[in-house]
T-cell receptor, first 115, second 111 residues
């Protein structure tokens, strides 16, 4: 079945460091890919998405490129801030049928940024 | 604020009891999803409704049930509660083909 694999956390970085969180997926066809972020005590927020191969999603300085050849959607940010500390979830959604289909999530990666 | 409203935010109950979690989707969204988040299982998809009808079922226990009402709000019923049911339960909603937005969750503690 469909699945998402994320790198294990926690990832601990100093402020202004470069961030990469790896995400690979297994799915039939051409799913849409997402990154969600969960700040402490809050729900999940959509961070960015890409709906087809080679698309780049970006938001708030974060980027991820949909690589079909490597079935990957790695999250990157050039300079992290303390406020980026959160849990990041990679997810996929298969595209078929008339209604939005369920998201399948990875296990989440905790990012802790130290000042 | 995602526009998805969940109540209650926190709930403490005893084993064997039954609880109902409520979700109001974003205005105009027809799909409602329920997810369970626990430390050992991560984010698990439970069930999806679309315009009042069940559309997809995931890892939902037989002790759990859900429904979506004509006004599109949804309820997740959890019965014969066990300690292991303690978790954060998220509701999410979307339009027919749009992005999925999550509520802030209902934290259930079973003692």
């Amino acid at each position: 079945g469909d699945s998402v694999t994320q790198m294990e956390g926690p990832v601990t970085l100093s402020e202004e460091a470069f961030l990469t969180i790896n995400c690979t997926y297994t799915a039939t066809g051409y799913p849409s890919l997402f990154w969600y972020v969960q700040y402490p005590g809050e729900g999940l927020q959509l961070l960015l998405k890409a709906t087809k191969a080679d698309d780049k999603g970006s938001n708030k300085g974060f980027e991820a490129t949909y690589r079909k050849e490597t079935t990957s959607f790695h999250l990157e940010k050039g300079s992290v801030q303390v406020s980026d500390s959160a849990v990041y979830f990679c997810a996929l959604r298969r595209n078929y049928g008339g209604a939005t289909n369920k998201l399948i999530f990875g296990t989440g990666t905790l990012l802790a940024v130290q000042p | 604020d995602s526009g998805v409203t969940q109540t209650p935010k926190h709930l403490i109950t005893a084993t064997g009891q039954r609880v109902t979690l409520r979700c109001s989707p974003r205005s105009g969204d027809l799909s409602v999803y329920w997810y369970q988040q626990s430390l050992d299982q991560g984010l698990q998809f439970l069930i999806q409704y679309y315009n009042g009808e069940e559309r997809a079922k995931g890892n939902i226990l037989e002790r759990f049930s859900a429904q979506q009402f004509p006004d599109l709000h949804s309820e997740l019923n959890l019965s014969s509660l066990e300690l292991g049911d303690s978790a954060l339960y998220f509701c999410a909603s979307s339009t027919g083909t749009g992005d999925v937005f999550f509520g802030e969750g209902s934290r259930l503690t079973v003692l």
